[in-house]
């Protein structure tokens, strides 16, 4: 799998940020913005929606991945995350069980408020990991 170049990296960072700014959480008051490339180099984005019942809360990474499901696409090369946090967050166990269904070997982009990056592959972030190739 061939990484994005830094244009389609920047490209999806300016829509992880876009998309966190439209996040619904009062509750948390941390937005969160996502953007997902597919390999055939579709952008999809997400932001956190949150509910008063926090176990219905929606975090960007899955709301970009139901965007892109819900627009005929099935497969994640790379994600971008955006959090206004001084250090970037790495996606919930959640999400990352989520995005392993569709781009176990993904790239995890994750950039944050401060000068730091995250940037792994997430079968770093989710080793043996439980997915599709499991099932046969």
């Given amino acids: 799998m061939t990484d994005p170049d830094e244009g389609v990296l920047a490209e999806m960072l300016a829509r992880a940020r876009a ?9 948390s008051k941390f ?33 970009a991945v139901c965007q892109m499901v819900a627009r005929g696409k099935q497969a994640i090369s790379a994600v971008v995350i ?13 999400c990352r069980q989520v995005l392993n269904e569709f781009g176990p070997d993904a790239l995890v982009v994750s950039v944050c408020a401060g000068p730091e990056v995250l940037r792994k592959r997430l079968s770093e972030l989710l080793p043996d990991a439980f997915g599709p190739a499991n099932l046969g």
């Fill in 31 to 63: 937005p969160v913005g996502a953007c997902v490339l597919t390999p055939d180099g579709e952008l999809f984005d997400g932001c956190n929606v949150e509910n008063a019942s926090y176990g219905l809360t929606i975090c960007a990474e899955r709301g």
């Fill in 82 to 94: 955006w959090t206004p946090a001084p250090r970037p967050a790495a996606p919930c166990g959640a």
């Fill in 19 to 27: 998309a966190g700014g439209r996040a619904y959480c009062p509750y």
